[in-house]
């Protein structure tokens, strides 16, 4: 063989052995640098799930019995940063029409069927096939607006509470300043689990 011949292919192995050690050193960098992301998004995740606990007076009576007006409750702000709403919670709402937060009982989760069936004076709010119910089980009998608002819903939903929406509903069975009147909520809305 040549010898020109023989140091080309030899600067060429050397090129190509170099190229292969910076590609290998950049993925390793990357991987390094995928790792702290991914810790950085961790640690977010465990800061975001700090709960900050209030003692907080009731000035409605929507929840009367249940919850008595000048009643104090305990608050968890930030609990839903981490953990699921589930049906049956206790919430604060942030709701727009009003300079406090309304407290609200979640009586439908993303994923319920949701149904309004008419009775003689109104209609009964069903989800999973049950007629809903306020504390002292008495089912609610809605009419006039708060049908009409909530058949939007189930119109626009094909009668499926969608993902990250919530049905609230105050203790009154006709209804009151909850989703009878503003609709289905999102998750970003609920500020707070309450503990009584």
Known sequence: MNKGL???LAVLLVVLILLNLERIILS???QIASQNQNNNIKNSEIQDCSIRIEEMIVRGNSLDPLIKPEQ???TLFGYYNCHEVERGD???FDYAGNKNPVIKIVKGISGDKFEL????????IIVNNEIVRNSEDKPYLISGNAYRMLSLYEKDYKGVIPENAYL???NRVSG???STTFGLVD???IIAKVEI
């Not at 069936?117 to 009964?124: A, H, Q, S, T, V």
């Open 6 to 8: 023989l140091i080309i």
């Open 187 to 189: 998750k970003s809305g």
């Open 90 to 92: 206790i919430v604060l």
């Open 168 to 170: 609230l509903l105050g």
């Open 72 to 74: 104090a409750i305990k």
């Open 176 to 178: 009151s300043v909850d």
């Open 28 to 30: 390793k960098e990357s």
């Open 117 to 124: 069936r008419k009775l003689d004076g109104g209609w009964n």
